[in-house]
Nanobody, 129 residues
Framework: QVQLVESGGTSVQAGGSLKLSCATS????????MAWVRQAPGKEREGVAS????????SYADSVKGRFTVSRDNAKNTLYLKKSSLKPEDTAMYYC??????????????????????WGQGTQVTVSS
């Protein structure tokens, strides 16, 4: 079973920047749809960014478009989420999630949390005003 380990969460001031990392145990990292999903207290999980690790195709939620950038390093088997212009409403537990890519699929990946079946433990991000 592939393991996902998030890191980089911390407390930051509004307007600041932060970069999250998700290290994976897989040797076939370039064959996954991977996503960052967040959950704020009392709210449902929300997919904010996804990437096709084979093609590099990305998708973003409207709430983070232009502020967050998802990327991957296939040589390091690691997913990243660079966050800038942070807002208090970005406060949440951030999870890395994944699913195996369909053979030959190079399109964008889903943001929907229920479309991913491999999850990390999460890393907390708190943005203060």
């Amino acid at each position: 079973q592939v393991q996902l380990v998030e890191s980089g969460g911390t407390s930051v001031q509004a307007g600041g920047s932060l970069k999250l990392s998700c290290a994976t145990s897989t040797y076939t990292f370039s064959s996954y749809c991977m996503a960052w999903v967040r959950q704020a207290p009392g709210k449902e999980r929300e997919g904010v960014a996804s990437i096709n690790t084979s093609s590099g195709s990305t998708s973003y939620a409207d709430s983070v478009k232009g502020r967050f950038t998802v990327s991957r390093d296939n040589a390091k088997n690691t997913l990243y989420l660079k966050k800038s212009s942070l807002k208090p409403e970005d406060t949440a537990m951030y999870y890395c999630a994944a699913k195996v890519l369909g053979f030959g699929y190079f399109g964008a990946c889903s943001l929907a949390p229920h479309d991913h079946n491999i999850w990390g433990q999460g890393t907390q991000v708190t943005v203060s005003s």
